[in-house]
């Protein structure tokens, strides 16, 4: 059972560049997240789905879009990457019991 | 938005001491779980826990709701406790509504040999 599975682990970007974070979960859960951790600081909510088909801002939504492709995957684009962007994200999931539980993180650079 | 404020920030001990951390939040949650962040990085589920109490192993953790404050205990520390211990929470809001967890800033721990 894998949980929550994030790819890539790292990734070095120029300003500018795009990416796409994937993320897939194989909990059947309903409920998907993105949220990022920069030093010091607890994790901040970017953008949520509560459902498939469904997505929804968070704290810190912008310059970020998102995808739910099915009820397994939720992607994270970046589609013009900024210094300010500089982060470890994290992609979770939740079902009916309300847990939530986080993949192994994503450490991005942009330089 | 609801606000979550943990305490103490840092705290040192040496191993086999015992820890409190805490845990409070401004308004009512519906959903309530701690994290230990290792040295690498990765979050772990502690405990999921809205309301009561709960052990597991040397680790416990009480909630009182009603209160709007939760208490991680860690009984005879050991090095491999060491990381950050993370607290959230899900508010629902009165329409029905409710969005992903609200992280407070953590606390800090160092459990020296």
């Known amino acids: 059972n894998a949980g929550v599975t994030q790819t890539p682990k790292f990734q070095v970007l120029k300003t500018g560049q795009s990416m796409t974070l994937q993320c897939a979960q194989d909990?059947?859960?309903?409920?998907m997240y993105w949220y990022r951790q920069d030093p010091g600081m607890g994790l901040r909510l970017i953008y949520y789905s509560a459902s498939e088909g469904t997505t929804d801002k968070g704290e810190v939504p912008n310059g970020y879009n998102v995808s739910r492709l099915n009820k397994r995957e939720f992607s994270l684009r970046l589609e013009s990457a900024a210094p300010s962007q500089t982060s470890v994200y994290f992609c979770?999931?939740?079902?009916?019991?309300?847990?939530?539980?986080f993949g192994q993180g994503t450490r991005l650079t942009v330089v | 938005g609801i606000q979550v404020e943990q305490s103490p920030p840092d705290l040192i001990l040496q191993e086999g001491a015992n820890s409190t951390l805490r845990c409070n939040f401004s308004d009512s949650v519906n959903n309530l779980q701690w994290f230990h962040q290792n040295p690498w990085g990765q979050l772990i589920n502690l405990f999921y826990?809205?309301?009561g109490t709960k052990q597991n192993g040397r680790l416990s953790a009480t909630t009182v709701a009603t209160e709007r404050y939760s208490l991680l205990y860690i009984s005879s520390s050991q090095t491999t406790d060491s990381g950050v211990y993370f607290c959230a929470v899900v508010h629902m809001y009165s329409g029905g509504g409710a969005d992903g967890l609200t992280f407070g800033k953590g606390t800090h721990l160092i459990i020296q040999p």
């Open positions: 826990i809205p309301s």
């Open positions: 909990m059947n859960h309903n409920s």
């Open positions: 979770a999931s939740s079902g009916a019991g309300g847990e939530a539980f």
